[in-house]
């Protein structure tokens, strides 16, 4: 069968425009007598139409799409403009083509006209589809997980094969290996064809591995005023070690090793060095092919002060002022890095201003005879601009309120860099999202921006149902459902139930952040608690409501009311019917308000990495003006600070102090508003609430010739400190590593605070009123049901009853 199509110089125009999209034109279009062969798997599905060749200017009758088999007609003319009712048209006929295309479907695109015999004029588009991924497999792999492989793959199965994306993939894949420590590991590609079945392809990964490479030394040559660790401190690629399985250390990689070749260059331009040369290096690799080393030749050149520092150009403020923001000081070693900060600093002063297209160049003068840089600043401020439309995207949970109300700056409002770093803060620190970028997009008012907000969310709610098992708490049953951003809305619920032979727990808290879309936040919290301290159990039940008002973004008032009834039995772990400890032994009902205030300048509330949180609290408890039973005045304090440190290492310090006095003289704090130290939230090391102070007193008192025991009443203030460095293990499963020192206790009046690091004598009372040291280590898992943390405490100064080692398990969010 002929495939008749226009005569040759009504296709010419055709032909010129395919040629220059890069398209298949080899046998498109061709004399009406030319017969067009089509390979077997890409025939029409459907004759086509006999006649003589069409004519430019025919009325088209008929459109219609040939051979293909997965892609619906439908999809293929929607691309075009060429439609029944017109004209034939060769430059239509043209573009067209190259639409459909730019599908990405199709390997070959033609175009058949033809006038049938009774007159109707039938365009057909030929199509020869593109055969879909069947499989992807992988030979030659051995020294890589697969799971790493695949998670680096994009292509999926079923989908339309595009060679680019196979290439680009097989590229992906070796970078992988280079990161590895594979540098020479060489990745090719094979797509098979079953004959059988053209319409489908097996897409086919070869590696060949050869050996691990290791960079075994790096070298430095010319090198005088630094030294050679200078040098490699500022570097990505280091030298291996025995650690090498824990880090990176030793792996090459190529855009690395290039950038470290800049840093170590602007390392150089810090120190003055303004003429250093860092020239080509030398990379030697061993016999075995298993080590590099590595020769990186520098000229340092002379050391450069700094002569004069000046400011030019358009001025918002005095000069004397614009000078405040510049730290790079005359007769001081040139630095590049303070040049980029004053940079920073006047480009900040006037983007705060509105003038968000500010541009700011150093010129620099280098002064060969003085070994001087006079540096200018040159400062083109443009146009004040206003934020236009600010859009939410990426939140397919999280409403667009929630995210709106943290934000700093409106639309409207002129623009400046603090408040969109602000917006940006205050939206990572609800905790909701993985990533959060505020980006600046143009618009077709030179004094206008929109804002875009990008935001990636993470996962906000858990359901935990599980068993465990303790030396302390035999048999613990747990059962949690929370969720952090309710409905979308940014509200907190959760329920909690807990079983063990020391605790039974029930409890439901719900908080509002913005109560009745105010600026107010409203919690409340039921809960019903039994718990065995050592010498004696609580139980209580009760609720309370809160109030708070942010004073600033960081700073926020607190108001709290509580109703609390709670009664006190003998017995507790200890099992020991010993005799009440006086007017401490009572409960009774607690009806109080509690004042705080904190500050909050963390990165992130769920998992913190930088800035600080403090709080201090008063309670108040009084049978006059709040109508309770227990009267008594309390005052707690605790500050937490976060600093980033290297290669996602984190430190954390913790302080926590606490001091409760009664109101009525005539009676003594009770016992459980008193403070309990030891255990995973206090001092790890140390069993659960077995610090503090102690009264001796009869076991039994029934039995008049009794021993005595120790009765923990706990103190009326305590003290405790944490330090501890976070490090990750597997980040890909969110396992990270966690090394720690705490010292605390409880302490009673008159008992003044000490620390003891050692015994020092063999009476053990003397250390009965100190601050109780521990040491240890541990891991914590982000799991699917919620933060895990697993410790062991090491106690200094270690008195006779108590463990060499404690294991702690708990589930929840370190401080």
Not at 718 to 741: H, K
Request: charged share 25%.
């Amino acid at each position: 069968m002929k495939v008749v199509l226009v005569v040759l110089l009504f296709c010419l125009p055709w032909v010129a425009s395919a040629q220059e999209a890069g398209l298949p034109t080899s046998d498109s279009f061709q004399p009406a007598e030319a017969a067009v062969e089509v390979p077997k798997r890409f025939e029409p599905d459907q004759p086509l139409p006999e006649g003589s060749p069409a004519q430019p200017g025919d009325t088209i009758d008929e459109i219609r799409v040939n051979g293909n088999r997965r892609v619906e007609t439908q999809a293929v003319i929607s691309q075009l403009r060429t439609t029944a009712g017109q004209p034939l048209s060769a430059q239509t006929i043209s573009e067209d083509l190259k639409r459909v295309f730019r599908l990405g479907f199709f390997d070959d695109v033609k175009v058949d006209g033809t006038k049938t015999a009774d007159s109707k004029v039938i365009v057909t588009f030929i199509v020869s589809e593109k055969p879909a991924v069947a499989e992807i497999t992988y030979e030659g792999i051995n020294e890589l997980e697969l799971d790493d492989v695949t998670a680096v793959i994009n292509i999926e199965p079923n989908s339309i094969l595009d060679v680019s994306v196979v290439k680009a993939n097989a590229e992906k894949l070796r970078e992988l290996y280079a990161e590895k420590g594979f540098f020479l590991a060489e990745v090719d590609y094979e797509i098979v064809i079953d004959p059988e079945i053209p319409e489908l392809a097996n897409v086919v990964f070869k590696v060949t591995e050869f050996a691990k490479i290791e960079v075994r030394k790096i070298s430095f040559l010319g090198n005088e005023a630094l030294s050679d660790e200078e040098l490699k401190s500022v570097m990505m690629t280091r030298e291996g070690d025995w650690g090498s399985f824990l880090t990176s250390f030793g792996s090459f990689k190529e855009t690395d090793f290039q950038q470290d070749l800049q840093r170590i260059t602007a390392f150089y331009y810090d120190k003055g060095y303004v003429q250093v040369k860092v020239k080509r290096p030398v990379v030697r690799l061993s016999r075995d092919k298993k080590h590099l080393f590595i020769t990186i030749a520098v000229e340092e050149g002379p050391q450069f002060g700094v002569g004069t520092v000046d400011i030019q150009g358009d001025f918002i403020k005095d000069k004397e002022e614009l000078l405040e923001n510049v730290k790079l000081g005359e007769d001081e070693i040139f630095s590049y890095t303070r040049l980029r900060s004053d940079m920073e600093g006047l480009r900040r002063e006037y983007m705060d201003a509105g003038y968000a297209y500010v541009n700011i160049n150093p010129l620099t003068q280098v002064l060969e005879d003085t070994r001087k840089v006079n540096v200018s600043y040159d400062i083109q401020r443009g146009e004040k601009v206003y934020i236009g439309r600010i859009e939410v995207v990426g939140n397919t949970k999280t409403r667009d309120k929630v995210i709106r109300r943290e934000l700093a700056i409106e639309e409207g409002e002129l623009f400046s860099q603090s408040k969109i770093e602000t917006s940006k803060s205050l939206v990572t620190r609800l905790g909701y999202f993985e990533r959060v970028e505020l980006n600046t997009k143009r618009v077709e008012r030179s004094d206008t921006i929109d804002l875009e907000v990008v935001v990636a969310e993470r996962p906000t709610g858990t359901f935990q149902v599980g068993a465990g098992f303790s030396s302390l708490e035999s048999f613990i049953l747990n059962a949690q459902v929370s969720q952090n951003n309710l409905f979308g809305r940014g509200q907190t619920l959760a329920f909690q139930a807990q079983i063990s032979s020391i605790r039974t727990l029930f409890n439901i808290q719900f908080a509002e952040p913005y109560f009745l879309d105010s600026n107010w936040s409203f919690a409340f919290e039921l809960y019903n608690f039994d718990y065995l301290f050592q010498d004696f159990a609580r139980r209580s039940r009760g609720g309370n409501l809160s109030f708070g008002y942010p004073i600033t973004d960081e700073l926020r008032a607190n108001l709290t009311y509580k109703l609390e009834d709670v009664d006190l039995r003998p017995g507790g772990r200890t099992g020991r019917n010993a005799q009440r400890v006086g007017n401490l032994f009572r409960g009774g009902l607690t009806s109080s308000l509690q004042f705080g205030l904190s500050y909050d300048s963390r990165d992130d509330r769920m998992f913190p990495k930088n800035g600080t949180f403090s709080s201090a609290r008063v309670e108040w408890a009084d049978d006059n003006f709040t109508l309770s039973e227990v009267e008594f005045i309390k005052y707690d304090m605790d500050s937490r600070w976060y600093f980033p440190l290297f290669w996602e290492f984190v430190l954390r310090l913790n302080v926590e102090a606490g001091y409760v006095q009664s109101t009525d003289p005539t009676k003594p704090v009770p016992l459980f508003q008193r403070y309990f130290v030891g255990g995973p939230t206090t001092v790890r090391g140390f069993d659960r609430f077995s610090l503090g102070p102690t009264r001796t007193v009869a076991r039994d008192t029934s039995d008049p010739g009794t021993l005595s025991s120790e009765f923990n009443i706990g103190g009326n203030k305590r003290l405790q400190l944490t330090a501890e460095i976070e490090f990750p293990i597997l980040t890909a499963i969110g396992i990270r590593g966690v090394v720690f020192a705490d010292a605390g206790n409880a302490f009673d009046d008159g008992e003044p605070i000490t620390l003891a690091l050692d015994l020092l004598s063999d009476d053990e009372d003397e250390y009965m009123d100190v601050l109780r040291t521990s040491v240890g280590l541990g891991f914590r898992w982000l799991s699917p049901i919620g933060p895990l943390r697993f410790e062991w405490g090491i106690p200094l100064a270690r008195l006779r009853d108590e463990k060499p080692l404690v294991f702690d398990f708990s589930i929840g969010n370190a401080f």
